[in-house]
């Protein structure tokens, strides 16, 4: 398409989810389960958060048939994980409800952008929500805004610039590249609640400087307060990390007067979230246009050559983005509720929320997996005890998001299935979850062989003790239990020889502990016929060396598990 076409093109009705997973950092040392949404209901000072009541817990009469119709999309397994079961599902917290709690803040309106032109954009936001996960420390920050009758090349920028965390880089300006002049939160009454701080190339140098973590930009640590950033000077109980790429991953509905118009260029722009068109056009061979249609484009509504709008939607998924494109006059696409636009904003956001969650889980159990090896210290035996818990607990939270989260089917219905497969396809789920599985089962046998290693250690000390133990045995046997005959001794005079017996006894047997190892392997010497007498002395002169430095012949922790976090 060329520039003047796009220029020509309007967007009849733009909408917009953002979906932003984050990491959450334990409220408490050494406990599994980290209730987050706990703490933040307890948060009472400058919290706009509040738990959403869904359309299962209120008045019947209220449930709509577009309740119904997302309800039934998905299979049963699927629906116990997003919805719950049973009337109990606003009160009770297991395993038998939905494991999903979801806050909303409804003190900001809208978005005022700045373009790179100077222009002026405003969207409307229609939820700002908090999803958090029982037993799983992520948390997705879901942001849905809107607008009407758009320029396409301005919804291209928008896509484009909208939706970053902190800029990669700044132009010889000063001004943040690739990203909106100013991002601002507009409140109800038309104040600014918060603006981005994009241009302020000092901080973001002198944050990376100092914590080797990237800052986030100010209007976004303003819309997840009272969360605060885990690297920052911010207080806060709640504190979170990044998982990903500084680009938030998106899903993008557009309507048009004509989505045959749109290019095949336009297509691959609008799949990648790329910049607008300056009129040099893609430098994409056919090869590669072809390649891009038959991975990301899934065009079961999608016919140009029979130019019918009843047959002008397709749908392009490439992991980080999900595109809709269709036509505003078609029922079919547009209405808000039997349309496509109804199910964009309700079953095809929870197969990206799902999507990108099991992602989001899998990092976050890998990152925790590397933390705990990167801490360990094999010469402090606190160390090995953290390291051990901690690796215990990731297997156990592992195993229970396998059993209760992790699932490859969805719905009978192909749509939602051909489109959660493509959505797992490109973000690699499977290759990841595959790799964190051998990872826990290679810290899992790690474990075993270390327990092994120590109870084997620890029968070979009590059969050393017990082999040299057994002469003293034999002997006071042998000479009766009367060698010394004070048995009518003052109780006094008993204890006195008691404790003369004990004391003796009680050194030599730790002694004996103490040297079990290397009585062992002169035990072993003995024992073997084909040793001369001289390397028999020499093994039994061996038990008063000086040892090893510790640590000497420990199991290592498996090579792959020493590899650099994500």
């Known amino acids: 398409m060329s520039d003047t076409s796009a220029g020509k093109l309007m967007v009849r009705h733009f909408r917009q989810i953002l979906v932003w997973p984050l990491q959450l950092m334990p409220l408490r040392a050494g406990d599994q389960v980290q209730r987050h949404f706990a703490a933040l209901d307890q948060i009472d000072a400058d919290n706009p958060w509040r738990e959403v009541q869904d359309e299962f817990t209120g008045d019947p009469t209220q449930f ?206 609008l799949g990648l979230a790329a910049q607008p068109d300056d009129g040099s056009g893609l430098h994409y061979s056919d090869k590669t246009l072809d390649e891009f249609e038959r991975d990301h484009c899934y065009d079961r509504f999608w016919s140009p050559a029979r130019h019918d709008m009843r047959a002008s939607t397709r749908m392009i998924c490439t992991g980080h983005a999900f595109v809709m494109i269709g036509c505003h006059g078609v029922p079919f696409y547009a209405d808000g509720e039997t349309g496509l636009l109804g199910q964009f904003r309700h079953q095809y956001f929870l197969l990206g929320l799902v999507s990108h969650f099991h992602r989001a889980a899998l990092l976050m159990l890998s990152d925790r997996l590397v933390v705990a090896v990167s801490r360990l210290d094999i010469d402090d035996p606190d160390s090995i005890r953290h390291f051990k818990r901690s690796i215990r607990q990731s297997m156990e939270i592992f195993l229970r998001f396998n059993h209760r989260y992790w699932f490859h089917e969805v719905s009978k219905q192909s749509v939602a299935q051909d489109l959660f497969r493509l959505w797992n396809r490109h973000l690699g789920n499977d290759a990841l979850f595959a790799e964190l599985r051998e990872e826990v089962l290679d810290m899992g046998h790690y474990l075993d062989s270390d327990d092994a290693r120590r109870q084997n250690d620890t029968v070979l000390r009590l059969t050393v003790v017990t082999i040299f133990g057994l002469i003293g045995t034999i002997v006071t046997g042998f000479l009766g239990m009367n060698l010394i005959a004070e048995a009518d001794q003052p109780l006094v005079r008993k204890l006195i020889y008691f404790a003369i017996v004990f004391l003796p006894v009680t050194a030599l047997t730790l002694y004996t502990v103490q040297k079990s190892r290397a009585l062992s392997e002169f035990l072993d010497a003995m024992s073997d016929e084909r040793l001369p007498l001289a390397r028999k002395v020499a093994s039994f002169l061996r038990i008063w060396r000086r040892p090893g430095p510790i640590g000497a012949g420990r199991v290592d922790v498996p090579a792959r598990m020493r590899r650099r976090p994500r």
């Open 64 to 269: 709509q048939e577009r309740h119904y119709r997302e309800f039934v999309t998905f299979l049963p397994h699927v629906q116990r994980f997003l919805y719950g079961q049973g009337r109990g599902s606003s009160t009770l917290r297991g395993y038998g409800e939905s494991p999903i709690r979801v806050y909303r803040r409804s003190d900001v309106a809208a978005i005022r952008m700045t373009c790179t032109d100077g222009a002026i954009v405003d969207l409307t936001i229609k939820h700002v929500d908090l999803h958090f996960f029982f037993d799983v420390d992520v948390v997705i920050l879901a942001l849905e805004v809107f607008a009407d009758d758009l320029p396409f090349a301005r919804v291209q920028e928008i896509m484009y610039r909208f939706g970053r965390t902190f800029p990669s880089q700044w132009d010889a300006d000063g001004l943040a590249s690739h990203c909106m002049r100013r991002v601002q939160w507009i409140g109800f009454g038309g104040e600014v609640l918060a603006e981005s701080d994009f241009d302020n190339r000092a901080k973001y140098l002198a944050h990376v400087c100092e914590h080797r973590a990237a800052c986030v930009g100010a209007h976004w640590e303003f819309l997840l307060q009272p969360l605060a950033q885990h690297h920052s000077e911010r207080e806060g109980v709640i504190r979170y990390r990044q998982l990903e790429y500084h680009r938030l991953p998106k899903m993008t509905y557009l309507a048009f007067d004509d989505p045959f118009a749109l290019s095949r260029e336009d297509f691959v722009r």
